[in-house]
């Protein structure tokens, strides 16, 4: 069975940073694309960034020079490093994943539990 854990959440000011981590674990699979996304009170789950494992990138414009993703194709982990955080980032931070598993022809999404992400003065 494969798990992503999220870490890296929490409260910080307007400005601050902070690092997300996604670690996909488990055996037979391997990764096609890896990405974070957030869901707001009373809004829709968005996309923020995503990353293919052969490193192209998509980013939301409103996070467009603030936030990076990153991966580690060998330790199976994605990262977002969240830069300037303004208040309207305040979200429940979901890592997806887009795998290929040994145990079905098809990918397979899978997602975290999610982190929380509070950005107040």
């Known amino acids: 069975q494969v798990q992503l854990v999220e870490s890296g959440g929490g409260l910080v000011q307007p400005g601050g940073s902070l690092r997300l981590s996604c670690v996909a674990s488990?055996?037979?699979?391997?990764?096609?694309?890896m990405g974070w996304y957030r869901q707001a009170p009373g809004k829709q789950r968005e996309l923020v960034a995503a990353?293919?494992?052969?490193?192209?990138?998509n980013y939301a414009d409103s996070v467009k020079g603030r936030f990076t993703i990153s991966r580690d194709n060998a330790k199976f982990t994605v990262y977002l490093q969240m830069n300037s955080l303004k208040p309207e980032d305040t979200a429940v931070y979901y890592c997806?994943?887009?795998?290929?598993?040994?145990?079905?022809?098809?990918?397979?999404?899978?997602w975290g539990q999610g982190t929380q992400v509070t950005v107040s003065s």
């Open positions: 488990g055996s037979g699979f391997s990764i096609n694309a």
């Open positions: 997806n994943a887009d795998l290929r598993v040994s145990y079905d022809y098809f990918p397979r999404n899978f």
């Open positions: 990353i293919t494992s052969g490193g192209r990138t």
